[in-house]
């Protein structure tokens, strides 16, 4: 593949990413969420178009249109998330589009299909039951099918992504003991994670991108984790954007979480016994990579979501878990990840958006009535002091451009003087200016005495503005380092899960 | 009168009765079928009644200026039905697979359009289509020649050839859906079109045929009327009198498969023809109570499938009502 680019509508997802695989190898493509792998494999197959750049596969220029040429030309793609059809038989999803075997028949015969189907399973060892409906499968028996059904289409590319992300450690072994069987027979294998330890262990080469860009290919072989967690999340260190500030001196905590269990939207915790507190100025970064429970973790302290077990307490009040209200009263503020359908409502004037949360009392309503004249002229201040780029305070507010969207949710929230401010992605998608100002924004408030709990997946951002990080993985808090002195090496080592791992002294010294 | 004798006669006004349900059945029949190859692609089409509407009229037009034998003005005048019923659904198929348009407003708005106060009724009007008596019209025809065997003849094998066609076509979608490469690919993009697609069917490509198949079939239903039940044509939505809602429900009856379509349509059709039934007898229920009675089963049929135990695994296609749309994020 060479200089692929791919944009959707304010995002640029792929940048003139180039990367190329051989036959017979295990090529690991790693990097943060976000970091433009699924797109690029989406594009591989055929799914997406690249605006520009293009693929040659085996030395012939290639132009897929649609699925189907990918699927022709040999080259199958695991989902993260599976495509298969629920109700189906196994061997139904197996011979699904196929226009050249068992499938090429207009009448299917079942019986025909799943003695096809079962042979397949035993020549991989893969255990399958043809004739199970995919709804009755565990999820590792389901990601077996879509191996499978690249397998009976004799594809030469296999392109996984986040494969482990559903498996039990079991699993992901068979898993790759699947993988180099594969490739060990000449099939190309891509393996997409962000994930050291399973790119080390299963990987022949790996190519690292970052921020929708190619860094670089390095050989497992001569890779350490360190060397690779520096790749994924980026070497080139901005130290001029931290700003120091005093550092806070109360011992007042403002934001108490003591063994907080959460469920995850799957079933199963997604927040494992975190206990955490933040002091009356203080800003705590939270870093992870998405999906290891940060999100949860946002919602339950602002009383999005229950918590099973544990307290949260701000100010030393005891929050009700999942009451949105009684956390607002006790004065946590929220800039949510989701600015525009979660923190504010699109359809509705910037005036309306800024009085959503104190409409209730005065001076924003008088008994029943709201008192849309005092409403319109705190916008208008709002608008003012916080430099809301927007046509007039009657304006709907999706049509404000993100930067001035999070002004104005930031603004909104600081004017209600929160004891705890929770801010999950806050310069997400936003220009450099926009950034400087949101930042600038954040040390003012925890200047002002707020404890800020900022969660974001930018490390130079957590950088640049916590006294304390702490790294979050699979639901745990697996770190805690000095905002100040912190090395994103060590950081990202921890993000990606690599406390888990033992090394030996060798490969420490390795690195560069 | 001896007893035997009643007995006889009463045996002939059951037999007619049911005759009279399979009769009444077919039309539901056409178009339930047609509803279930669209719903099973994904796609629903509340504009049944319009399309069956618009296919009486165009049905019966034709038998009106196409000169010829009976069967072959016949078969033309069924196509011609089928046509229109096509289409009408190619609004809907543009409306909701091309343009994403929410499907029950798309289809409701086609049963306006096409409907009784809509394009059918004017096109009849225009036409005076109300004043020329029916010329050409389906009789019964004797295919296998057991007319005469007892109550079975009369009830399944003195009916017309749109009778007969529909158990072919019952057959035929039933094995289509289950046992053909294109059915799979239909139930899959129905299912879970991302995973069709990934699998490289052409999403839009079979939900447009099967939506464009399900008004041909809906207008061939809707023809029922206009050639066969009560050959001719009047203003208003009298023709087809709800016969296309009814169908829609039928496909939720019929747990979306084409042989409980059947079953489903001959029971409705037995609904319809109960009065007469009950009149024969000396009966005397209001008119209008029994003929509400397959509008009041439709009602009851909804309410019970939507309970919660039925919802879970019905067979109701996942993506059913559901837009497909590849690079949304």
Redesign the interface.
Known sequence: MVGITKS?PGVLANDDVSFEAAAGEVHALLGENGAGKTTLSNIL?G??RPDEGQIELYGELVNFH???DA??AGIC?V?QH???????TVA?NV?????RGE??????HPPSVERRVAELGRSYRLAVRPGARIWQLSVGEQQRIEIL?ALYREARILIMDEPTAVLTPQEADDLFGTLRAMADEGKTVIFISHKLHEVKAVADRVTVLRGGRTVGTVNAGDATLRSLAALMVGREIQESRRVERPRSTSDLRLLEVDGLVIEGDRGGPAVKDVSLAIREGEIVGVAGVAGNGQRELTEAICGLRDAVEGQIRVGGRRLASGDVRDAIRAGVAFVPEDRLGTGLVPSLSVTSNVALKSYRRSPFSRGPLLALGRMREAALQLIRRYDVQTPGPETPVRNLSGGNLQKLVLGREFESDPLVLVVAQPTRGLDVGAIETVHAYLREAATKGMAILLVSEDLDEIRALADRILVMYEGELVGELEGATADVEEIGYLMAGGHREPESPQERSGMT | MSAGMLASINDDLEVVVLAQAVLYGTPLLFAALGELLAERSGVLNLGVEGMMLFGAAVGYWATLRVHGSDASVLVLAVGAAGLAGAAMAAIHAFLTVTLRASQIVSGLALTIFAGGLGLSAYFGNELHLADHPASHEFGSIDVFGLKDVAVLGPVLFNQSALVYASWVLTLAVGLYLA????G??V??VG??P?????????VTLYRYVHVLLGGALAGVGGACYSLLITPGWVAGDTLVNGAGWIAIALVIFAFWRAELCLVGAYLFGGLSALPFALQAHGVTVTPELLQSLPYAMTVVVLVLVSTAFAKRRL?AP?ALGRPYA??E?
């Open positions: 959707f197959t799914l997406y649609s699925p189907r699927l022709d793609m989902h599976f495509r298969l059809v629920e109700p189906f139904e011979v699904l589009g196929d226009h499938g090429r028949r207009f009448f299917v059904k | 046992r053909t490469r294109w799979l690919n139930r899959a299912e879970a991302a995973s069709a697609d990934a699998m490289g069917i052409n067979g996942a590849r690079e994020r």
